[in-house]
């Protein structure tokens, strides 16, 4: 009987990923069994290895079980919810209601380097404002009965408090490995926003170092968030918190400007020339060195004003006399006159360059003019009640770090999604400037409190909040461009105003578990559920979305139906893979699968049932075509 190779059903290995990263860098430390040789690394390094036990770093209880927790592959799956989503078919946004540890483990074979952005709102640890589970390395079975998905004896997720012995550990577990598995997903030129306040600043900013490395830290950003204080303050009126910005390779990202605001414009640039229709207005910088720049004589020379005067420099000037001349030529110069008459020389910065682009500037580390009352009137805006979800970021904070790292065509991820502030900001943005940036939410759905007014308004979850605020945003945007119809070509948007809905679920196959018990019964039973391996309720296109992940698409890949030989067969991403769910194959659609020569395809094992012929054929068919060929 020929063997048909099976699809991996489980998320990546991190474990293969590291040793694969150590293999390109040291081939020759392998040993013949695939193992390392430490000793051989050592020499290999020039004796750079520390075996020491006294070292500079960071540890805490649990730290050990972090690099477990990471290593061990997701088996779940996301199964798609076309009644929640907007456009389904067409969008490239998402929205991943489940447990973002299990969630981002899924991600890595289809987003593994993709990411331009990530912002996180994560919970600041204040002692019941996250949940955690009990028992990490059940996270997908305390993830459903924590859903309510299968019974339990109450929930497996707990809230954090200051009386626990290991207030601190417990935040820091549930914050590294997904942090961990986070940079995975970032881009060479990526980078990774964190909000964060006083609580736990410090043992996030070490565990970034650690994780992405010092090197790539690029600034600790604070947000004043608040206009003033009250009298409850105990000591001092607390009115910030901050951002950790981190990149992935701090070598892979050039100088980060953002766009001037208007206000900045109207209060920078006021002075106007001939020049005001191509350059806009300008505004003027001394062109008078300061003492802080090195003497250097051949910068010293006089430069004539427009009475013939010649003006010398106290000291020095910025510029050599060749780009002087070179910008008197051009009308960039202005001669201003003091109180007692004498001429000062300054370079005009225009409002546009030459190419007509508005100029940028560089962002500062205090942002000071958005709050959170802000936030909170987008949530009465959209709700018509603060009380559904108090205190969310503002879309006028996220904004910034957009414009600062995120072209046009970057995913966004969030995997603290909350009500969906990012994928707000992300939504306005595009509106803006036509951008195609997409978004990935990754939300728990923590359920609301049965007094709130979220849940009184019908929202179980904070989950269900977030899908309803980015349905409500898209409306909002769509009535606006029905009043801007300079918005559309032809009938259709160029915006993408849709996302997919994903929810995390158990995998649509029984996998073998090599853990169970080997008496009699217990391995008779897994022989049963290996044979009939597919779960009954599982409908055909949440079979196809876990092939689709699992083959490491992504989960908005282009998916055309199509009939051959009399079968439903699907074709991904062009033809390049092709899966087909029948149960009974037949040698017709082997053939015509075949010489529509995709990269990959993909069917059901129990397609053949047990026709030996068949799959012996058909595994011949794919291999004189360089087709891999795979069943589930």
């Not at 489980?10 to 590291?18: M, Y």
């Not at 209601?97 to 204040?126: A, H, R």
């Not at 201003?336 to 005009?348: E, I, M, P």
């Not at 029948?582 to 059901?604: F, H, N, Q, S």
Request: net charge negative; glycine share 6%; proline share 4%.
């Amino acid at each position: 009987m020929t063997e048909i190779e099976r699809l991996n059903l489980t998320s990546v290995s991190i474990v293969d990923e590291q040793q694969q990263k150590l293999k390109e860098l040291f081939p020759e430390v392998f040993t013949e069994g695939n193992g390392v040789d430490f000793e051989k690394l050592k020499l290999t390094l020039g004796e750079m290895v520390d075996a020491g036990k006294e070292r500079y770093g960071m540890n805490w209880p649990g730290k050990a079980d972090c690099f477990k927790i990471i290593q061990q592959p997701s088996i779940a799956t996301l199964t798609p919810a076309r009644n929640e989503s907007v456009d389904f078919d067409t969008t490239e946004n998402l929205f991943i209601e489940g447990d973002n540890l299990e969630v981002l483990k899924l991600l890595q074979k289809s987003y593994f380097g993709k990411v331009k952005m990530i912002y996180i709102d994560p919970p600041y640890n204040t002692g019941n404002d996250f949940i955690y589970p009990d028992d990490y390395s059940e996270s997908l079975d305390t993830y459903l009965r924590y859903t309510g998905q299968i019974d339990n004896e109450g929930r497996k997720y707990s809230t954090n408090t200051e009386a626990d012995g290991r207030f601190h550990s417990k935040w820091m577990n549930m914050m590294y490995p997904r942090l961990f598995l986070a940079r995975n997903l970032l881009r060479e030129d990526g980078v990774i926003f964190i909000s964060i306040d006083d609580h736990e600043v410090s043992n996030l900013r070490k565990v970034c170092d650690e994780i992405f490395g010092e090197v790539n830290f690029i600034e600790q950003i604070i947000w004043k968030k608040r206009y003033g204080g009250g009298a409850k303050e105990k000591h001092l009126v607390s009115v910030h918190e901050y951002i950790l910005v981190y990149a992935k390779q701090i070598e892979s990202i050039g100088e980060l400007f953002v766009p001037y605001s208007q206000a900045a414009i109207e209060r920078y640039y006021t002075q106007k020339d001939e020049r005001i229709e191509e350059r806009g207005p300008y505004r003027t910088h001394p062109l008078e060195a300061t003492k802080s720049m090195g003497e250097r004589r051949n910068l010293v020379f006089p430069i004539t004003a427009p009475d013939g005067t010649e003006v010398m420099p106290k000291r020095q000037w910025l510029w050599s006399k060749d780009r002087v001349t070179q910008a008197l030529s051009k009308g960039e110069l202005a001669f201003l006159r003091d109180k007692d008459g004498n001429w000062s020389v300054h370079t005009k910065q225009y409002l546009k360059d030459e190419n007509g682009d508005i100029r940028k500037s560089k962002a500062f580390s205090i942002i000071d003019n958005v709050f959170t009352q802000h936030g909170t009137n987008e949530i009465i805006d959209l709700f018509g009640d603060a009380q559904i979800f108090p205190f969310p970021k503002p879309t006028g904070l996220l904004k910034p770090l957009l414009d600062l790292v995120a072209d046009k065509d970057s995913i966004i991820l969030d995997f603290f999604a909350g009500t969906a502030s990012s994928t707000h900001a992300v939504l306005e943005l595009n509106k803006k400037d036509g951008g195609n940036r997409k978004f990935i939410m990754v939300q728990l759905p923590e359920p609301t409190e049965e007094n709130s007014e979220a849940h009184k308004a019908g929202f179980k979850t904070i989950a269900d909040i977030g899908k309803e605020r980015i349905r409500r945003v898209i409306k909002k945007i769509k009535e606006e461009n029905e009043k801007k119809k300079d918005m559309f070509t032809g009938d259709k948007p160029q915006l993408d105003l849709g996302f997919k809905v994903f929810k995390l679920q158990p995998s649509n196959f029984k996998l073998w578990d090599g853990d169970v018990a080997k008496d009699e019964e217990a391995i008779k039973k897994q022989i049963e559920l290996f044979v009939a391996h597919i779960n009954p309720q599982s409908s055909p296109e949440d079979i196809l979305y876990e092939i689709l992940l699992k083959s490491g698409f992504p989960l908005t890949t282009k998916i055309e139906k199509t009939v051959l030989a009399e079968k439903d067969v699907f074709s991904i991403a062009n033809g390049s893979m092709l899966i087909c769910l029948e149960k009974d194959l037949t040698p017709e659609v082997i053939r015509e699968m075949a010489e529509m020569k995709p990269v990959r395809v993909v069917c059901l094992d129990e397609g053949f049932k047990g026709n030996d012929q068949l799959k012996t054929n058909a595994v011949q068919i794919m291999k004189t075509r360089n087709i891999t060929f795979r069943t589930v």
